[in-house]
C-alpha cells in the first residue's frame, strides 16, 4: 500500500517547538519532490516548505521562513518539518505531499500523494 504518513503533532505553547515527520511506505521518496502544507479551521490549504527531490533544494512561505526547516533522510524514507518559535498562527492540520519529479516550483500543483495530517495547536 502507498501512502503517506505524518506525525508530530501536538499542543505546545506559543515559543515552542514541534518535529514534524511524513514516512512513506510502499515506494521511495528518492524521486520525489515533498511538500508540506496547512489548514486552518475556515481557511484555505496552505504550502509552508517543499524540498525537492535532487540536490534538496528548499522553499517557504514568507510566514514561516526562519522559523520552519524542511529536510529529508533517504535512508529513513521520512521528510521531517522542524518548526520553531511557534506562534497561535500556526495552528493547523499540517498535510505532507509527495509529487514526482517535483521542484518545488509552485505548491499550486497536483500532487501524487496525500497523507492523512497531523494537528498542530499553539496555545498558552
Known amino acids: 500500500q502507498l501512502q503517506l504518513v505524518e506525525s508530530g503533532g501536538g499542543l505546545v505553547q506559543p515559543g515552542g517547538s514541534l518535529r514534524l515527520s511524513c514516512a512513506a511506505s510502499?515506494?521511495?521518496?528518492?524521486?520525489?519532490?515533498i511538500g508540506w502544507f496547512r489548514q486552518a479551521p475556515g481557511k484555505d490549504r496552505e504550502g509552508v516548505a517543499c524540498i525537492s527531490r535532487s540536490e534538496g533544494s528548499t522553499n517557504y512561505a514568507d510566514s514561516v521562513k526562519g522559523r520552519f526547516t524542511i529536510s529529508r533522510d533517504n535512508a529513513k524514507n521520512t521528510v521531517y518539518l522542524q518548526m520553531n518559535s511557534l506562534k497561535p498562527e500556526d495552528t493547523a492540520v499540517y498535510y505532507c505531499a509527495a509529487k514526482l519529479l517535483y521542484y518545488c516550483s509552485t505548491y499550486n500543483i497536483a500532487m501524487n500523494y496525500w497523507g492523512k495530517g497531523t494537528l498542530v495547536t499553539v496555545s498558552p
Open positions: 510502499g515506494f521511495t521518496l528518492d524521486y520525489y519532490g
